[in-house]
Protein backbone atom coordinates (compact mmCIF):
# COMPACT_ATOMS: atom_id res chain seq x y z
CA UNK A 1 0.00 0.00 0.00
CA UNK A 2 1.32 3.70 -0.65
CA UNK A 3 0.62 5.75 2.74
CA UNK A 4 0.72 8.94 2.03
CA UNK A 5 1.48 11.56 5.01
CA UNK A 6 0.30 15.19 5.32
CA UNK A 7 1.88 18.23 6.88
CA UNK A 8 1.34 19.95 8.99
CA UNK A 9 -1.94 18.83 9.90
CA UNK A 10 -2.95 22.32 11.15
CA UNK A 11 -2.08 25.67 9.54
CA UNK A 12 -2.60 29.09 11.00
CA UNK A 13 -2.89 31.52 8.45
CA UNK A 14 -4.07 35.13 7.37
CA UNK A 15 -6.46 36.76 4.54
CA UNK A 16 -3.74 37.19 1.45
CA UNK A 17 -0.77 34.89 3.47
CA UNK A 18 0.82 31.96 0.74
CA UNK A 19 0.04 28.97 2.12
CA UNK A 20 1.79 25.29 1.36
CA UNK A 21 0.62 22.26 2.46
CA UNK A 22 2.71 18.75 1.62
CA UNK A 23 2.13 15.57 1.34
CA UNK A 24 4.88 12.51 1.03
CA UNK A 25 4.05 9.32 -0.55
CA UNK A 26 6.10 6.05 0.45
CA UNK A 27 6.96 4.05 -2.06
CA UNK A 28 7.27 6.40 -4.40
CA UNK A 29 4.80 6.75 -7.02
CA UNK A 30 4.00 9.42 -10.05
CA UNK A 31 2.04 12.02 -10.81
CA UNK A 32 -1.11 10.04 -9.55
CA UNK A 33 -1.95 13.02 -7.35
CA UNK A 34 -5.29 14.74 -6.03
CA UNK A 35 -6.07 16.98 -3.73
CA UNK A 36 -9.20 18.02 -2.37
CA UNK A 37 -10.97 20.84 -0.11
CA UNK A 38 -13.40 19.97 2.59
CA UNK A 39 -15.50 22.42 4.52
CA UNK A 40 -17.44 21.23 7.76
CA UNK A 41 -20.33 19.12 6.75
CA UNK A 42 -19.54 18.88 3.37
CA UNK A 43 -18.32 16.46 0.79
CA UNK A 44 -14.68 16.63 -0.37
CA UNK A 45 -14.27 18.90 -3.50
CA UNK A 46 -12.02 18.23 -5.86
CA UNK A 47 -9.13 20.76 -6.36
CA UNK A 48 -6.05 19.45 -8.38
CA UNK A 49 -5.68 15.72 -10.42
CA UNK A 50 -2.32 14.52 -12.02
CA UNK A 51 -0.26 16.48 -9.36
CA UNK A 52 -1.33 19.86 -10.87
CA UNK A 53 -4.00 19.85 -13.33
CA UNK A 54 -6.69 22.65 -12.03
CA UNK A 55 -9.98 21.01 -11.89
CA UNK A 56 -12.48 22.91 -13.81
CA UNK A 57 -13.98 25.94 -11.96
CA UNK A 58 -11.34 25.77 -8.97
CA UNK A 59 -9.68 29.35 -8.40
CA UNK A 60 -6.22 29.66 -10.09
CA UNK A 61 -4.69 30.63 -6.61
CA UNK A 62 -4.31 27.03 -6.13
CA UNK A 63 -1.74 25.18 -7.61
CA UNK A 64 0.07 21.68 -7.06
CA UNK A 65 3.12 20.37 -7.71
CA UNK A 66 5.68 17.27 -7.10
CA UNK A 67 6.34 14.11 -8.25
CA UNK A 68 7.32 10.46 -7.02
CA UNK A 69 7.39 10.71 -2.91
CA UNK A 70 6.71 14.67 -2.53
CA UNK A 71 3.85 16.84 -3.29
CA UNK A 72 2.97 20.02 -2.66
CA UNK A 73 -0.98 22.10 -2.27
CA UNK A 74 0.20 26.37 -2.86
CA UNK A 75 -2.80 28.67 -2.25
CA UNK A 76 -1.17 32.16 -3.63
CA UNK A 77 -3.11 34.09 -1.36
CA UNK A 78 -5.71 33.05 0.91
CA UNK A 79 -9.21 33.85 0.82
CA UNK A 80 -11.77 33.62 3.39
CA UNK A 81 -13.58 30.96 1.37
CA UNK A 82 -10.56 28.80 1.62
CA UNK A 83 -10.50 28.06 5.72
CA UNK A 84 -11.32 24.70 5.53
CA UNK A 85 -9.79 21.07 5.81
CA UNK A 86 -7.13 19.62 2.68
CA UNK A 87 -6.49 16.40 1.84
CA UNK A 88 -4.04 14.45 -0.84
CA UNK A 89 -5.33 11.00 -2.59
CA UNK A 90 -3.01 8.68 -4.59
CA UNK A 91 -4.68 6.83 -7.24
CA UNK A 92 -1.34 5.48 -8.51
CA UNK A 93 -2.20 1.88 -7.44
CA UNK A 94 -4.81 0.07 -5.09
CA UNK A 95 -5.54 0.62 -2.56
CA UNK A 96 -6.84 4.15 -3.13
CA UNK A 97 -4.92 5.94 0.03
CA UNK A 98 -5.65 9.57 1.71
CA UNK A 99 -3.39 11.64 3.58
CA UNK A 100 -4.77 12.23 7.18
CA UNK A 101 -5.75 16.19 6.22
CA UNK A 102 -4.85 19.45 6.49
CA UNK A 103 -7.06 22.17 8.75
CA UNK A 104 -6.22 25.34 7.65
CA UNK A 105 -7.29 27.84 10.52
CA UNK A 106 -7.47 31.91 10.48
CA UNK A 107 -4.63 33.08 12.56
CA UNK B 1 -25.08 18.07 -14.40
CA UNK B 2 -24.09 14.51 -12.79
CA UNK B 3 -25.05 14.24 -8.94
CA UNK B 4 -25.02 11.28 -7.06
CA UNK B 5 -27.42 10.81 -3.64
CA UNK B 6 -26.91 7.87 -0.84
CA UNK B 7 -29.89 6.47 0.58
CA UNK B 8 -30.03 3.99 3.62
CA UNK B 9 -30.97 3.18 7.00
CA UNK B 10 -28.68 6.00 9.30
CA UNK B 11 -28.88 3.28 12.44
CA UNK B 12 -27.67 -0.21 12.31
CA UNK B 13 -27.61 -2.91 15.21
CA UNK B 14 -23.52 -4.28 15.90
CA UNK B 15 -22.78 -7.09 14.36
CA UNK B 16 -25.55 -6.63 11.22
CA UNK B 17 -25.53 -5.63 7.87
CA UNK B 18 -24.70 -2.16 6.51
CA UNK B 19 -26.26 -1.47 3.33
CA UNK B 20 -26.30 1.61 1.34
CA UNK B 21 -27.46 2.86 -2.11
CA UNK B 22 -26.19 5.00 -4.47
CA UNK B 23 -28.37 7.02 -7.10
CA UNK B 24 -26.89 9.03 -9.87
CA UNK B 25 -28.87 11.54 -11.73
CA UNK B 26 -27.62 13.83 -14.71
CA UNK B 27 -25.83 10.72 -16.40
CA UNK B 28 -25.77 7.36 -16.82
CA UNK B 29 -23.65 4.98 -14.84
CA UNK B 30 -23.25 2.85 -17.67
CA UNK B 31 -22.58 5.37 -20.35
CA UNK B 32 -19.06 6.18 -20.10
CA UNK B 33 -15.96 4.06 -18.83
CA UNK B 34 -15.42 5.39 -15.23
CA UNK B 35 -15.22 3.48 -11.78
CA UNK B 36 -18.22 4.72 -8.98
CA UNK B 37 -16.24 4.53 -5.41
CA UNK B 38 -17.80 4.39 -1.87
CA UNK B 39 -15.35 6.62 0.78
CA UNK B 40 -16.14 7.08 4.33
CA UNK B 41 -15.39 9.46 6.75
CA UNK B 42 -15.56 8.84 10.68
CA UNK B 43 -16.56 11.20 13.32
CA UNK B 44 -14.23 14.09 13.73
CA UNK B 45 -11.57 11.77 11.69
CA UNK B 46 -10.18 11.41 7.73
CA UNK B 47 -11.53 9.99 4.73
CA UNK B 48 -11.39 5.87 3.80
CA UNK B 49 -11.77 4.74 0.22
CA UNK B 50 -13.93 1.89 0.76
CA UNK B 51 -13.84 0.59 -2.48
CA UNK B 52 -15.10 1.09 -6.63
CA UNK B 53 -17.05 -0.58 -8.84
CA UNK B 54 -17.48 -0.92 -12.50
CA UNK B 55 -20.59 -0.64 -14.20
CA UNK B 56 -19.84 -3.90 -16.01
CA UNK B 57 -19.37 -5.19 -12.39
CA UNK B 58 -15.78 -5.14 -11.88
CA UNK B 59 -14.34 -4.41 -8.28
CA UNK B 60 -11.49 -3.23 -6.34
CA UNK B 61 -12.04 -3.68 -2.05
CA UNK B 62 -9.95 -1.80 0.47
CA UNK B 63 -7.72 -5.31 1.69
CA UNK B 64 -8.89 -3.58 5.07
CA UNK B 65 -13.05 -4.26 4.22
CA UNK B 66 -12.58 -7.05 2.11
CA UNK B 67 -13.79 -9.42 3.95
CA UNK B 68 -17.09 -8.02 5.25
CA UNK B 69 -18.02 -5.42 2.02
CA UNK B 70 -20.19 -6.49 -1.13
CA UNK B 71 -20.79 -4.11 -4.14
CA UNK B 72 -22.97 -4.34 -6.70
CA UNK B 73 -24.66 -1.97 -9.78
CA UNK B 74 -27.53 -1.84 -11.04
CA UNK B 75 -27.43 -0.08 -14.37
CA UNK B 76 -31.55 -0.34 -14.73
CA UNK B 77 -32.09 1.67 -11.80
CA UNK B 78 -28.60 3.97 -12.37
CA UNK B 79 -27.47 2.80 -9.37
CA UNK B 80 -24.79 1.05 -7.18
CA UNK B 81 -24.85 0.26 -3.67
CA UNK B 82 -22.30 -1.44 -0.76
CA UNK B 83 -23.39 -4.00 1.34
CA UNK B 84 -21.08 -3.55 5.07
CA UNK B 85 -21.42 -6.83 7.31
CA UNK B 86 -20.44 -7.69 11.01
CA UNK B 87 -20.59 -4.13 11.65
CA UNK B 88 -19.29 -2.73 14.93
CA UNK B 89 -19.00 0.73 16.18
CA UNK B 90 -15.96 1.40 14.50
CA UNK B 91 -17.77 1.53 11.37
CA UNK B 92 -19.70 4.29 12.34
CA UNK B 93 -18.99 7.20 9.85
CA UNK B 94 -20.73 9.38 7.42
CA UNK B 95 -20.26 7.43 3.94
CA UNK B 96 -19.85 9.22 0.43
CA UNK B 97 -20.30 7.81 -3.11
CA UNK B 98 -18.62 9.33 -5.80
CA UNK B 99 -17.41 9.30 -9.41
CA UNK B 100 -14.11 7.93 -10.44
CA UNK B 101 -12.83 10.40 -13.11
CA UNK B 102 -11.22 7.90 -15.54
CA UNK B 103 -8.95 5.00 -15.53
CA UNK B 104 -8.49 2.93 -12.80
CA UNK B 105 -7.57 3.72 -9.78
CA UNK B 106 -8.58 7.40 -10.35
CA UNK B 107 -9.93 10.19 -8.71
CA UNK B 108 -13.17 11.40 -7.40
CA UNK B 109 -14.82 14.27 -9.36
CA UNK B 110 -18.21 14.04 -8.17
CA UNK B 111 -19.48 13.05 -4.65
CA UNK B 112 -22.65 12.47 -3.17
CA UNK B 113 -23.58 14.69 -0.44
CA UNK B 114 -22.53 12.05 2.44
CA UNK B 115 -25.01 10.00 4.68
CA UNK B 116 -24.28 9.10 8.49
CA UNK B 117 -24.44 6.12 9.22
CA UNK B 118 -24.52 5.15 13.05
CA UNK B 119 -23.61 1.97 14.33
CA UNK B 120 -25.56 1.00 18.32
CA UNK B 121 -27.82 -0.72 19.84
Known amino acids: DIQMTQSPSTLSASVGDRVTITCRASPSMSRWLAWYQQKPGKAPKLLIY???SLESGVPSRFSGSGSETDFTLTISSLQPDDFATYYCQQYNSYPITFGGGTKVEIK | QLQLQESGPGLVRPSETLSLTCTVS??????????WGWIRQPPGKGLEWIGS???????HYNPSLKSRLTMSVDTSKNQFSLKLNSVTAADTAVFYCARAAGGSPSYFDYWGQGTQVTVSS
Open chain 2, 53 to 59: IYSGGST
Open chain 1, 50 to 52: KAS
Open chain 2, 26 to 35: GGSISSSDYY
